[in-house]
């Protein structure tokens, strides 16, 4: 005698079931989205703290840098688009970030969020880097 298998998650279920099957997950309707709920704005809010100093560098850069070269004299070479960049990238892949994990448990939602923070400061110091060499630095 075998013992049955263990009942699988909703989400499994549906997964391993054949395409155009009629079991009685199919006849209960679409499976409920997440919703974005407390623990998903908390996560949003938490990691939006850290994307905002990212922002915050960006703004100092774009204010302060072209001070500096106009003080050292080399106020032509001033890296405005690398400088704009700075500023419009950690929103815009925050954001995006955001829209591609809507429809994640709240697990995947932060693991694609924190990828996002990566890719943020990834993305910062390659800036940094361009602007120091299009400077001449």
Do not use: K, N
Not at 23 to 43: C, L, N, S, T, Y
Not at 68 to 75: D, P, R, T, V
Request: charged share 10%.
């Amino acid at each position: 005698m075998t013992a049955a298998p263990p009942p699988l998650p909703d989400d499994a279920r549906a997964a391993s079931a054949p395409a155009g099957s009629t079991g009685a997950d199919a006849a209960a309707g679409p499976v409920a989205r997440p919703r974005f709920g407390a623990a998903r704005a908390a996560v949003a809010v938490l990691l939006g703290l850290l994307v905002a100093w990212f922002l915050w560098d960006g703004l100092s850069s774009l204010v302060g840098l072209p001070a500096q070269y106009e003080a050292l004299g080399i106020a032509d070479r001033t890296p405005w688009a690398v400088l704009v960049a700075g500023v419009v990238a950690p929103p815009l892949i925050f954001g995006l970030s955001i829209l591609i994990a809507r429809r994640q448990s709240v697990t995947r939602f932060t693991l694609v969020l924190i990828v996002a923070l990566a890719v943020i400061a990834t993305t910062r110091l390659s800036l940094i880097a361009t602007a120091a060499s299009l400077s001449g630095f």
